[in-house]
């Protein structure tokens, strides 16, 4: 079975920065759409970017555009998030996912929902203080 470990979080002051590590083992077929989520207390579990995990650009949400960037290392099968200008409604806990795919993510919204991605990792919190 495919398991996601997330590491990297913690707490920071607003306009900090924050880089998150995704790592994924468990399975030679390493054709995945993978993606960033967070959940807020209260609040529904949101996507943030997806990225595939053999090539093509990343997705990313219009709220973290210009302040998240996705990046990945298909060698180690490792993703990350790079966070700046971290605002105090960026704390969440956030997570790593991935689903099996051959082909590119895409950002039909169908694809975007957590219930499309099937690997979960346990999460790692964020905290932004002012």
């Known amino acids: 079975q495919v398991q996601v470990v997330e590491s990297g979080g913690g707490s920071v002051q607003a306009g900090g920065s924050l880089k998150l590590s995704c790592a994924a083992s468990?399975?030679?077929?390493?054709?995945?759409?993978r993606a960033w989520f967070r959940q807020a207390p209260g609040k529904e579990r949101e996507v943030l970017a997806t990225?595939?995990?053999?090539?093509?650009?990343?997705y990313y949400t219009d709220s973290v555009k210009g302040r998240f960037s996705v990046t990945r290392d298909s060698a180690k099968n490792t993703i990350y998030l790079q966070m700046n200008s971290l605002e105090p409604e960026d704390t969440a806990m956030y997570y790593c996912?991935?689903?099996?795919?051959?082909?590119?993510?895409?950002?039909?919204?169908?694809?975007?929902?957590?219930?499309?991605?099937?690997?979960w990792g346990q999460g790692t919190q964020v905290t932004v203080s002012s």
């Open positions: 996912a991935a689903r099996n795919s051959d082909l590119p993510c895409t950002s039909r919204w169908a694809d975007l929902r957590p219930q499309s991605f099937d690997y």
């Open positions: 468990g399975s030679s077929y390493t054709n995945y759409c």
């Open positions: 990225i595939y995990s053999r090539a093509g650009s990343p």
